[in-house]
């Protein structure tokens, strides 16, 4: 663990002196000069299978300051973040801008246009689970690989905005990883708290890689760049609600960061979550759910009933735990091995990582 401390520190400060000094940025073919606002694709070509394009936004400030990433449609399902980030590029002014702000619009095109949950219609792929990727692999493992060596690369920060997919009741809460490092992780908790939500769920899950990083935000991570994934709307609904929960979150963190004026606005209260589960189907089926997100709920509660395609109760399934829950599915159709609800353990404050 000390030897990982010491290589985070390291990885920080020097992506923290690389780009700040830049008079032009580069993603890719999309270049903008210092005090401007350019957007374009970054193409993944065709390989062992069809080729794709991501929509980016590069807004390069008129003065030195962090690079933030922000990614969304990582899940194509998940509007929110997207319509979000359209939002922001129309607002950000890249003239008053310190720093530079990479948006990658949406991530996962084939998945947006298929509207898809969780898998590519090309590969069958969750592009979640495919970082840091392969150039020569199928097209969610190109995809991963272009938006690690031509956006995470380049971050200070970075934000994985979510929400829940189409077939996920979730109530709005931000991940916030913990890795052992204090200086690290309190650049993380500070940016978890300032993108505003009243609820983060702490994970304390392993924030190393042995092998491939899976992750988004462990992607980050592993090369010393603090990242939060957030979790901002339900059920596939693009409701300005959802939406402005992102933006809001988005703004703040720029305030944060000292990225553009004004004084941040302090998170009012936080309820602190930890050792989250996600309870998956036993089998393929119809799920009826008997909760609702949010709920809060004791161990053994029944989360849902699993039906065969004829109607027929197969088992009940049932809290591992009392807890909150995080979000749950919405639609009947189940795969086995997929999630059916999220939970995690309510704690208190003086409980939450320092």
């Known amino acids: 663990m000390k030897k990982l401390c010491a290589v985070l520190s390291l990885l920080t400060t020097l992506s923290m002196s690389i780009w700040a000094g830049a008079e032009e940025f580069s993603v890719g073919d999309i270049h903008a000069s210092r005090g401007t606002l350019v957007s374009g694709f970054l193409e993944i070509p065709e390989g062992i299978d069809e080729g794709s394009r991501i929509p980016v936004t590069i807004a390069h400030g008129s003065s030195e300051g962090p690079v ?17 980030l ?10 008053e801008l310190r720093g530079t702000v990479i948006m990658v619009h949406v991530a996962n095109m084939p998945s947006f246009l298929g509207r898809t949950i969780y898998y590519s219609p090309v590969d069958g792929e969750n592009l979640n689970r495919m970082f840091p990727g392969d150039p020569q692999g199928s097209l969610s493992q190109r995809i991963a690989h272009k938006i690690t060596t031509e956006v995470i690369d380049q971050a200070d920060y970075l934000i994985d905005l979510h929400s829940g997919d189409g077939n996920e009741a979730l109530r709005p809460y931000v991940y916030m990883p ?9 650049k993380i908790r500070e940016m978890a708290v300032a993108f505003g939500l009243d609820h983060i769920v702490i994970d304390t899950g392993p924030q190393t890689a042995t092998g491939p990083s899976l992750f988004t935000d462990l992607t980050a991570l592993v090369r010393g760049i603090p990242a939060i994934t957030t979790e901002t709307g339900q059920s596939g609904s693009n409701d300005p609600y959802w939406s402005g929960l992102a933006q809001q979150g988005v703004w703040n963190v720029l305030r944060h960061l000292s990225m553009i004026s004004g004084d941040e606005i302090p998170n009012q209260g936080i309820t602190w979550l930890s ?9 393929s089926g119809i799920f009826k759910p008997f909760t ?22 197969v088992t009940k399934i049932r809290a ?28 208190g404050p003086e409980d939450a990582v320092d």
């Open 86 to 95: 359209q939002a922001i590029r129309s607002e950000i002014d890249p003239g």
């Open 68 to 84: 933030l990433a922000l990614l969304a449609g990582v899940h194509g399902y998940e509007y929110p973040p997207i319509t979000a």
């Open 275 to 283: 050792d989250f589960q996600v309870v998956k189907s036993p089998e």
């Open 292 to 313: 609702k997100d949010g709920y809060t709920v004791t161990e053994g509660a029944i989360l849902g009933v699993l039906l065969d395609f004829f109607g027929n109760e």
């Open 178 to 186: 913990v890795t052992g490092n204090k200086a690290f992780d309190k």
């Open 320 to 347: 591992p735990f009392s807890g909150m829950v995080n979000y749950v599915i919405s639609t009947p159709p189940v795969s086995k091995g997929e999630p059916v609800a999220m939970l995690s353990k309510i704690q």
